[in-house]
């Protein structure tokens, strides 16, 4: 008998792009460059250091870049503010634990979030 791994997933790498001498998005890791890669991905089990979320959903949509040349794939948030000002709306600025331990805001799907805790009255599901 052997537990299985099923349904858990492996947390993603969260890390900063890093910028070539041309200022082209790179991986820090490997150095790859990234820039192909801007959009929207999959982030595996964030870890928030937001206090306002402190509970994420077990994977998150986040804006940014992606390296695949690893073992698990390493998620490179696009570097934002608490407003996402530099997104369209819709995205949110929230604060994730890096791999280097800081915290950073990484540009969320505002939808993809807990309900606030603002209450707008009523329609509770
Ligand atoms: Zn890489």
Known sequence: ???TDY???ARSPV???ATDRSG???CPECGKPVDGTRGTHV???PESA???FPDLPAQIRVFGFVCDLHVTRVVLPLATDAAASN???GWVGIRLRFADELARYAPVLQRE???AADGDGGGSS
Do not use: K
Request: proline letters at 17%; glycine letters at 4%; zero cysteines.
């Open 1 to 3: 008998m052997s537990l």
């Open 7 to 9: 349904g858990v997933l």
């Open 15 to 17: 890390r900063r792009p």
């Open 24 to 26: 082209m998005p790179i």
């Open 43 to 45: 982030l595996n089990v």
């Open 50 to 52: 937001d206090s306002e």
């Open 87 to 89: 997104l369209p709306d």
């Open 113 to 115: 979030l807990p309900a």
